[in-house]
């Protein structure tokens, strides 16, 4: 929080550091006297290189000097004439952040404070031969409200008063900072939740997991420029400029506005949605692999919202808002996710007795949905709610008015605590709600059940320090689900029991294989009827129309158990639009003829694309040292494929490569990628390649320790 001492400031806004005093921006107060032994300051040296690795914010690119609160900075200033006296000249800094500032008077003695503003003199080195320097140690509270903020000194003798405009500064929140609200205790969960520029998304179905490579490209080029700029058009900022300063102290503050600002709906925000299959006149969101493009999109578009976002692109855009703010983040994926419209823990699935899922519900189980989780402590909810807190970007609900959701504390959403703030029953419902799935016939109901386990069956993050996934579900729920990996979908009555069983994991390209299981539990013979029915899906919401489907009369003898094989081939499934993994609702209705009674069972499942491979020559990679990647891909496809290849790296390639590439039918292609890296440490090469026919899209990627010279 600011403090008593902020005042409004009448005066300039932010000007670019400048290595010397301009004196145009020097004032002198009246009467002006020529005094002989006067100091004059010559230069300043905001020490930007030396500050920005004791900060940790090295490598992170912006037109200042970059800083994390809760820590001291040292500012060098060279001055001619006598030495230096401090009960002669008396020195002021101004820090200057929009309409508030503070003075700080420079102390010959003492320690920097973690609680407010301070300025202590390290040391003088006199010169007698030339300029002389002052090391002045700054250091901001470890409450201070993130910002860009101007750098002033003021410099008072008994006959005189200059001023100097010092430079800007952007301060961040900072995890390394034991006072600070975002403090983590582990130094490698805050490498990689706050220094870590790449990362995994998890796509797909609980039983079929995708990886999906992520560039967040924090360190690129005007990136965290462009998240300042991003509070700055919030609509809090525009409607109150100083509370939205003074607020912006708290992560749980920031959390809120970075929530709303990544999509569109109510603000100059950075993301449109599109679900609906046709992106023309954007592009696609599965071809997206990282956050610069879209965040220098909406900047050189003049803030307009960049075409198209889903789930896993607002939490990945968000993700990198939030790391390069300075607030540990990590990207969830939560697999059978419920958007419960109505707010009652239950939602509804009709399917007709054909075996055909309807849409007539409002509610929806997504295959899966992606948000993040910042951390950050909870005072406003008491003690036992710091950690980790869920935060959606993804357009939904409404929250006070504003689509946006959270900060909602793991905790609570474990402990149901539905009263706490923010949006906690929103997000409790997504992992918890029941699915009441409904046979109807002429809108009459002809059967019911409940499944209690289905949602929130698998809850994922990538694991830290390795490209492997970590199941949280035990974070958000008090039963973690089994998740099988024969059997799925079964559903029994007295008569008949049936499932479904994949007998491998679909991949694009090949047959889908599965079987239909049917038991007779009684001590006579049955007669039934099979319906079995596929349909094409979109991750978020019900299936679209029906693609491939079997009816068959099944004679059963009493105690019996028929293991029933179907294919589906690959042009019954393939879809018209491009995507990362086509997914596909099967379900199977087992008629008994004579009592009329029908059981069902379901399973919704991904069809992974098959993968790309990224080796490099050396894996001993050293900083500024050449190196050779090759990108590898067999075509396993009857017909030859086209489309475009992508391989690109924050930290180890300038540009992207790409290139327009043809592959025959079980070719191999080999693609030399040469690249330097320009920072140490770990780093991810990743390529995707769209194809055209078949639509999707392929990933890969190899992740790099890269050393130091």
């Known amino acids: 929080m600011w403090s008593d001492n902020f005042c409004r400031k009448g005066g300039a806004d932010g000007c670019c550091i400048r290595s010397t005093i301009n004196k145009e921006f020097e004032s002198n107060s009246k009467p002006q006297q020529s005094i002989m032994d006067e100091i004059k300051f010559q230069s300043i040296n905001l020490q930007q290189a030396q500050n920005q690795i004791r900060h940790k914010t090295d490598g992170l690119s912006s037109s200042t000097l970059v800083l994390r609160r809760g820590q001291a900075f040292t500012v ?45 003199l390290e040391r003088r080195v006199p010169n007698p031969t030339g300029p002389s320097v002052l090391s002045v140690s700054l250091s901001s509270p470890a409450s201070a409200s993130i910002g860009v903020y101007m750098l002033q000194l003021r410099v008072e003798t008994r006959w005189t008063v200059r001023t100097y405009l010092l430079g800007q500064f952007t301060l961040l929140c900072n995890p390394w900072c034991q006072a600070d609200s975002v403090f983590l205790q582990a130094e490698d969960l805050r490498n990689e939740y706050v220094r870590s520029d790449f990362g995994l998304l998890f796509k797909g179905s609980p039983c079929n997991v995708v990886s999906r490579p992520w560039s967040f490209d924090q360190y690129e080029k005007g990136i965290l420029d462009i998240c300042m700029k991003l509070l700055q058009l919030s609509p809090q900022y525009q409607a109150d400029m100083r509370t939205d300063l003074q607020n912006r102290s708290s992560p749980v503050y920031i959390g809120r ?117 910042s951390w950050m402590k909870r005072p406003d909810l008491g ?60 809108r009459k109901i002809l059967s019911t059940s409940t ?119 690959f042009k019954d499934y393939m879809l018209k639009e491009v995507e990362e993994d086509s997914l596909v609702n099967l379900a199977v209705v087992i008629e008994d003829v004579k009592s009329q009674e029908r059981v069902l069972a379901t399973e919704e499942f991904n069809i992974r694309s098959p993968a790309l491979t990224v080796q490099i020559q050396n894996e001993y990679v050293v900083i500024n040292t050449q190196q050779v990647a090759t990108v590898t891909f067999t075509n396993p496809f009857s017909t030859a494929v086209s489309g475009e290849l992508t391989v690109a790296c924050s930290g180890l390639l300038e540009q992207k490569v790409q290139t327009r590439i043809t592959i025959q039918p079980r070719e191999t292609m080999r693609m030399p990628i040469s690249f330097t890296p320009r920072m140490a440490g770990s780093k991810m090469l990743y390529a995707s390649l769209v194809l055209t026919n078949p639509p999707t899209v392929l990933h890969g990627f190899k992740s790099i320790d890269v050393q130091a010279a």
């Open 257 to 373: 506005v970075i929530s709303a600002m990544v999509n569109c709906q109510d603000d100059k925000g950075v993301l449109m949605g599109k679900w609906s299959g046709d992106y023309s006149g954007g592009i696609n969101p599965s071809q997206w692999s990282g956050s610069a493009d879209i965040l220098r999109t909406w900047s050189e578009t003049q803030f307009r919202p960049v075409k198209y976002g889903q789930c896993w692109v607002f939490a990945a855009v968000m993700c990198t808002v939030m790391r390069a703010l300075g607030i540990p983040t990590r990207v969830i994926t939560n697999f059978n996710s419920a958007h419960d419209t109505d707010g009652n823990m239950v939602i509804e699935e009709y399917y007709n007795e054909m075996g055909e899922k309807l849409s007539i519900s409002n509610d929806s189980i997504w295959n899966f949905h992606v948000w993040v989780e």
């Open 76 to 120: 060098l200033m060279s001055y001619e004439g006598r030495p230096f006296d401090p009960m002669k000249e008396k020195l002021i800094f101004r820090i200057v952040l929009g309409p508030l500032f503070v003075e700080v008077p420079v102390s010959t003695f003492g320690q920097p404070s973690l609680t407010q503003w301070s300025a202590v």
């Open 383 to 442: 003690q036992g709610y710091d950690g980790w807190q869920v935060l959606d970007a993804t357009p939904q609900e409404r929250s006070a008015g504003i689509f946006r959701c959270g900060p909602a504390a793991v905790k609570a959403i474990y402990q149901q605590k539905v009263d706490a703030q923010y949006d906690v029953p929103f997000v409790y419902a997504a992992v918890n709600a029941d699915v009441r799935t409904i046979i109807i016939k002429d």
């Open 451 to 569: 499944d209690t386990k289905r949602v929130g069956s698998l809850i994922s993050t990538k694991r830290p320090g390795s490209m492997l996934m970590q199941d949280i579900t035990s974070e958000y729920k008090t039963e973690k689900v089994r998740r099988g990996e024969g059997a799925t979908g079964r559903v029994a009555s007295k008569g008949t029991a049936v499932s479904l069983q994949l007998l491998k994991a679909p991949v694009v390209g090949e047959n889908i294989s599965f079987n239909v299981i049917i038991t007779n539990n009684a001590a006579a013979p049955q007669l039934l009827k099979k319906h079995v029915n596929a349909q094409n899906k979109e991750y978020n919401r019900n299936p679209t129309g029906t693609f491939w489907e079997a009816h068959d009369d099944v004679k059963i003898g009493p105690n019996q158990t028929l293991t029933i094989k179907h294919e589906i081939s």
